[in-house]
Structures are given as structure tokens and as C-alpha cells.
């Protein structure tokens, strides 16, 4: 098997030489002067592998991912123990500038057979993944499954379809939840259309640490210290949890790459017990969308967290017009996350919307014309007690931790709570307008 090389950069010209003198399985195709030629001639589908001997300082873990995307394995040389650190952190091979010929191609060999496949790939269907390529960390909730089995924090999703069905209430509200039994909990804002979790909570937003993380996670030197240093700590009177705030304008979207936010939330697995992420609600793969295959996606960030996530729970509103979105959403999701196993809360659950005994009329409608994901929960609609919180830029737990809303959203994760529940959450209610 032959395997086309690209390399860049003038330093070892004779290490070039010696590859080409091997007549073995790597031949070098061209040679580029600066690494945006190498990324063009990558993308064109001229080669496999790409060795880059000069500037490998400038190779981020988005870049990687991308020439990864169409079937290129990547190889740098250096000399420096920290680089060397950094580009296997990112997904690069490395290797000593002094390294033999042969070796080198022993290297390139191993790397593109990592890689995998023969010859660029093909652009996966629309919705299947956030980015059509591998990134540095395994996708999907097996792997993401085995990582917090081994003792590693869990990655808690939160979607739901277009329509404000109330994602970043939950989002905010678990988090705030899981913090209070204990748990170290990262939150984290990766809504690429519309951040709110920062001005919810009341702080402030100007940092967008999420994109800070990124950029840093992106050069390959975001270290589980820095991330906390990023990330804003929320004190409650009940724990203590931190915020990755979102960005602060849409147009900012670029900012979160796939690759990159993989290993933030990598690293989050590394200091927090569990970590809540509230996505955006588009889950449309964009890529067919640009014919440059480099560009960044809009919905990356979403796609991403879903296919990380150890648990996803998906929001829908429960009234006429949020429930077929709700359905038509799953669909959505199934198509773009194959292996999900999405917990399903119908919120805004109301009487005037759904008639007596809306629980009982929501789940028997789901079961004759709903999908087969079965309900998991409902959260009862409580205008005021959310207006209060949000005036207030606190939890519910804080503004209002009586309140029926708050208790149906820890029973979502707090299993001593689910195994206590004995009438649903309109009876609570009633029974509390009635001491009133």
C-alpha cells in the first residue's frame, strides 16, 4: 500500500530525501512552503499524511480534526517535551526532529492505519455527527459511558426543539440540584444561538468563558486548573457549582468547535462529578451547507454535547403546539445521535392547555400517537415562581424551594426524591392552594 505524503517546512529537506530513497510504502506527493498550502493540498484529496517539520506550534485540535475529516493522519516533529505534550493532546503523532527516515515512515504508517479507511471520506449523512471526521476524544455515549465508569464525571445533556420549551431552566435548575446533595457540578452554556444561563443566574457575561475554554482547549494547553479558573463559581445556600457562561453574541458561533469543545469537556469530566450542558436547539449538520470542507459549524456545539452526553433529557412544552414539535424533535435527534436514549419531560404542564388531569391526558395521548420514548417526567407550569427566580438571577431552589416546579425537577435526578413521590405534582399544587 502506497501512502501519499505532504510535508511542510525547509528544516530537514534531507529527512524528505531519505523517504523518498526508502522506495517503500510512504512517497512524499509535494512539498509546501507554508502550512495553508499543506491544508489545501490535504483538502484537495492529494495525500494521507502530513508531516509537518516547521511550525508545528501552529496546528490546533480544530485543524487536526479537519484534515482527520478527510482521511488525513498528521505527524509533526519537534524537539520540545511540552509541544511534544500539547500535539498528542490534540490528536497529532510526534516525533524528534533527529528521527530516522525509516522510522518516521513506520510512523506516518501507523498513524494513517490509526486513522483508518482508504482514502479521504465520504460526508456522512446530514445529522449524524457534529463534525464528519474523528475528533482527539471519542465520540458517543459508549465511550463517554465507559469514561465515567471508570470513576470519571458524567456529562448530563439538555435539548428540546425550537418554541422556548424551558432548556435552560432545567439545565440550570439539575445543576443546582445535583450541587446541593454535594456533587462538584460544572455547568456549562453551549447554546450557540442563544446563551442565557449567564443572565439567568445574574452574572456577568462579558468573559463567555465557554469560548475562552475553547480557544484554549483548541491550542491544546487547557489544563483541568485552568478551567476552573475560567469558569464562574456559583455559591448557593445549598452548594456551590461552576458556570461555563455562553457566548455573548450569536455571531461569536465559530468560536465553538467541535473538536475544541470535546476537550473542554474532557477536561470537565476531570474536576466536576457531573457536568450539565444546555444545547442549543437546532440539530441541522451544516456541513452540506459550505464547500469548504474546513469551515466550522454553526451546530457542532450542539451535535457534540449530545453525542458525549451520558444522559440526555430532552424538554419538550406540553401544549398543542409543543408536543407535535416535541415528537417531530426526537425524530431529529434519533437521526443525528443513533445510540441516544433520550429521557423525555413534558414542562409548562397546565390545565388550561391540556384539560383535567393533564398528566393522565398527556401520557395516554403519548402512548396512542407519540413516538415509543416513553415520558419520563412532567413539570407542572408556575409562571410566578420562575419570574421570581429570574428577577432575582438565583435557582429555584433559593427563590422558592417549596415549590412543586423545583421538586419535580430534582426528582429528575435525585433518586431519593423520585422514590418518595407518591401524587403528582398537581395534587401538591392543589393541596397547597387549599392551605393557602
Not at 182 to 190: F, I, Q, T
Request: hydrophobic share 45%.
Amino acid at each position: 500500500m502506497n501512502i501519499p505524503v505532504v510535508t511542510v517546512g525547509h528544516a530537514r529537506d534531507d529527512l524528505v530525501g531519505g523517504l523518498e530513497r526508502l522506495h517503500g510504502p510512504v512517497s512524499v506527493v509535494r512539498r509546501c512552503g507554508e502550512l495553508a498550502e499543506l491544508l489545501a493540498a490535504c483538502q484537495s484529496g492529494l495525500a494521507r499524511a502530513a508531516v509537518v517539520a516547521d511550525g508545528s506550534e501552529e496546528l490546533t485540535a480544530s485543524m487536526v480534526d479537519r484534515l482527520s475529516a478527510v482521511g488525513v493522519a498528521v505527524v509533526a516533529l519537534t524537539d520540545s517535551g511540552a509541544e511534544m505534550t500539547r500535539l498528542h493532546g490534540i490528536g497529532v503523532a510526534a516525533e524528534l526532529r533527529a528521527v530516522d527516515p525509516a522510522a518516521l515512515a513506520l510512523r506516518i504508517s501507523a498513524a494513517v492505519a490509526q486513522l483508518g479507511g482508504a482514502g479521504p471520506r465520504p460526508h456522512l449523512a446530514a445529522g449524524k455527527f457534529a463534525d464528519p471526521g474523528p475528533s482527539p476524544l471519542p465520540a458517543g455515549p459508549g465511550p463517554a459511558s465507559a469514561a465515567a465508569a471508570a470513576g470519571r464525571g458524567t456529562i448530563i445533556a439538555v435539548w428540546g426543539p425550537c418554541g422556548s420549551p424551558g432548556r435552560s431552566l432545567v439545565a440550570a435548575n439539575i445543576a443546582g440540584e445535583l450541587a446541593a446533595e454535594g456533587k462538584s457540578v460544572m455547568l456549562v452554556d453551549a447554546d450557540s444561538y442563544g446563551a442565557s444561563i449567564a443572565a439567568m443566574l445574574g452574572l456577568l457575561d462579558e468573559a463567555a468563558g465557554l469560548a475562552q475554554a475553547c480557544r484554549l482547549a483548541d491550542q491544546g494547553v487547557l489544563e483541568p486548573d485552568a478551567l476552573l479558573k475560567i469558569a464562574t463559581p456559583l455559591a448557593t445556600g445549598a452548594g456551590t457549582l461552576h458556570v461555563l457562561t455562553g457566548i455573548t453574541r450569536s455571531d461569536r458561533w465559530t468560536e465553538l468547535r467541535a473538536a475544541a469543545l470535546s476537550l473542554v469537556l474532557e477536561r470537565a469530566r476531570d474536576v466536576a462529578a457531573v457536568t450539565v450542558i444546555d444545547t442549543g436547539f437546532c440539530l441541522e449538520a451544516d456541513e452540506e451547507l459550505s464547500f469548504d470542507t474546513m469551515a466550522p459549524r454553526r451546530n457542532a456545539a450542539t451535535l457534540r454535547s449530545l453525542e458525549l452526553a451520558d444522559t440526555i433529557f430532552v424538554v419538550g412544552a406540553a401544549d398543542s403546539i409543543g408536543v407535535p414539535r416535541l415528537v417531530r424533535g426526537l425524530a431529529e435527534l434519533a437521526a443525528a445521535v443513533p445510540d441516544a436514549a433520550p429521557r423525555v419531560v413534558l414542562n409548562k404542564v397546565r390545565p388550561s392547555s391540556v384539560g383535567r388531569s393533564p398528566e393522565r391526558q398527556l401520557r395516554e395521548a403519548w402512548e396512542r400517537y407519540g413516538p415509543a420514548v416513553p415520558l419520563s417526567a412532567f413539570l407542572p407550569a408556575d409562571p410566578d415562581v420562575c419570574d421570581a427566580a429570574l428577577l432575582a438571577g438565583s435557582l429555584l431552589l433559593e427563590a422558592h424551594p417549596e415549590s412543586p416546579l423545583r421538586k419535580s425537577i430534582a426528582r429528575l435526578v435525585c433518586a431519593t426524591d423520585q422514590q418518595k413521590r407518591k401524587t403528582s405534582v398537581f395534587t401538591a399544587t392543589a393541596k397547597r392552594r387549599a392551605k393557602g
